[in-house]
């Protein structure tokens, strides 16, 4: 099964503070995604990854960076916390190019993440 | 007006009874579809999808596509107290795009 993990459940941070939000997933997938959940908004795409060190902004990408280092992290920035930036993250991971069906995605438990 | 809306809900039902989810859409290109069943404090997971137009059934789940009416629904037959979730309705316009979300709807099947 996959497994993509989040390294928090739950985070406090105070405005302007810097935020790392990790994933990790084990299943070698090449795309990797991070997301934001808010109510009625659905899930809104932030940044996504192809390939190690290859990013591309998403739809909502004002005010966050990522990082992709290694094939199986995936790190998401916020570089000055806001409290709009206040919302559940999802990071999901995919098998990547050259699939012939769907390429689904496979999602991490979610950071609640609270600006004050 | 966003690409994909979906009704919030809650939608609440009995056990036993048919739930009828939908998502309407207005990009045309959107060929392969999705729906995602999210639990309380969890991430989405794929439930089933459907290339193109028509149904796909499996178990007590039915996907249904009307592209020419840019509409998709999920029917969940016999509905049990697990099934209450939020139903999130997702598209691409290729196997390997990224993926566009509907809001999400909640259901609740009441014992």
């Known amino acids: 099964d996959v497994k993509v993990t989040q390294s928090s459940r739950y985070l406090v941070k105070r405005t302007g503070e810097k935020v790392f939000l990790e994933c990790v997933q084990d299943?070698?997938?090449?795309?990797m995604f991070w997301y934001r959940q808010d109510p009625g908004l659905g899930l809104r795409l932030i940044y996504f990854?192809?390939?190690?060190?290859?990013?591309e902004k998403g739809d909502i990408p004002e005010g966050y960076s990522v990082s992709r280092e290694k094939k199986e992290r995936f790190s998401l920035i916020l570089e000055s916390a806001s409290t709009n930036q206040t919302s559940m993250y999802l990071c999901?991971?995919?098998?990547?190019?050259?699939?012939?069906?769907?390429?689904?995605?496979?999602f991490g438990p979610g950071t609640r993440l609270t600006v004050l | 007006q966003k690409e994909v809306e979906q009704d919030p809900g809650p939608l609440s039902v009995p056990e036993g009874a048919i739930v009828s989810l939908n998502c309407t859409y207005s990009?045309?290109?959107?060929?392969?579809f999705m729906w995602y069943r999210q639990y309380s404090r969890k991430g989405p997971e794929l439930l089933m999808y459907?290339?193109?137009?028509g149904n796909k059934e499996d178990g007590r789940f039915t996907a249904q596509v009307d592209k020419s009416s840019k509409y998709i629904s999920l029917f969940i037959r016999d509905s049990q107290p697990s099934d209450s979730a939020t139903y999130l309705c997702?598209?691409?316009?290729?196997?390997?795009?990224?993926?566009?979300f509907g809001g999400g709807t909640r259901v609740l099947v009441k014992p």
């Open positions: 999901a991971s995919s098998l990547g190019a050259g699939t012939s069906v769907p390429d689904t995605q496979y």
């Open positions: 299943m070698d997938h090449e795309n």
């Open positions: 990854s192809y390939d190690v060190k290859m990013k």
């Open positions: 990009n045309s290109a959107f060929q392969y």
């Open positions: 459907t290339y193109s137009s």
């Open positions: 997702a598209m691409s316009v290729a196997a390997g795009n990224k993926l566009t």
